[in-house]
């Protein structure tokens, strides 16, 4: 299965700047996910990034707020814009390790903004 | 409706016990079915699919009943290492949407 590396870990971050996250692949793959999961929640899915076309975002993100690059297979990265307290959270990139075999997960980003 | 339900515990269960949880979802049509497990602060991690003949992994069995429209999982013999979150995840029959269900808390007791 796939090796995911995210980056950073950890982030304390002042109210109105702006972070970005990312995730390398060790292998090829078309999809990656982005999730978020907020204290004491379960994982929202944000977006899928799709190697060469715009990222698709589910109902409640924005491209604007989350913007998304995906400049290879390998490779994305998701950004935090204009952070607020509640953005503070677990941010987890994810690849599908097969068809049918669910996912495999990044170590995930805390991010808490102040 | 959420996709996918989860009783949210905790469950708080001795050593060497056998304790099971249900997971319900919504779409009749769902392809696949998953349990993960997140340990607390780290990523969740693939414990088992769930296979529509049930399957077993150890102590850990996963049984499908489409009828009904759950999933369980069955952990035997309860290790102090099985202490965890233990997610429901089931995918759609229209893409690669995977839903999860916010997680069922185990702790087991020495």
């Known amino acids: 299965s796939a090796v995911i590396s995210q980056k950073p870990s950890r982030d304390i971050c002042q109210r109105g700047t702006s972070l970005t996250i990312q995730c390398q692949v060790d292998?090829?793959?078309?999809?990656m996910f982005w999730y978020r999961q907020q204290p004491g929640q379960s994982l929202t899915l944000i977006a899928t990034?799709?190697?060469?076309?715009?990222?698709?975002?589910e109902s409640g993100f924005v491209i604007d707020k989350f913007p998304i690059s995906r400049p290879n297979l390998t490779f994305s990265t998701l950004t935090v814009s204009n952070m607020s307290p509640e953005d503070s959270s677990i941010y987890l990139c994810?690849?599908?390790?097969?068809?049918?075999?669910?996912?495999?997960f990044g170590s995930g980003t805390r991010l808490t903004v102040v | 409706r959420k996709e996918v339900e989860q009783d949210p515990g905790p469950f708080n269960v001795p050593e060497g016990a056998t304790v099971a949880f249900n997971c319900t979802y919504s779409?009749?049509?769902?392809?696949?079915f998953f349990w993960y497990r997140q340990d607390c602060r780290k990523e969740p991690k693939l414990l088992m699919s769930?296979?529509?003949s049930g399957n077993e992994d150890g102590r850990f069995t996963a049984q499908l009943n489409r009828a009904s429209q759950y999933i369980s999982l069955l952990i035997r013999d309860s290790k102090l290492s099985d202490s965890a979150t233990y997610l429901c995840?089931?995918?759609?029959?229209?893409?690669?949407?995977?839903?999860f269900g916010t997680g069922t808390s185990l702790t087991v007791i020495p």
């Open positions: 994810s690849v599908e390790r097969a068809t049918n075999y669910g996912y495999t």
């Open positions: 292998s090829q793959v078309t999809m």
């Open positions: 990034a799709n190697q060469g076309s715009e990222a698709t975002y």
């Open positions: 779409n009749s049509a769902s392809q696949s």
């Open positions: 769930v296979y529509s």
């Open positions: 995840v089931v995918r759609s029959n229209t893409g690669n949407q995977f839903y």
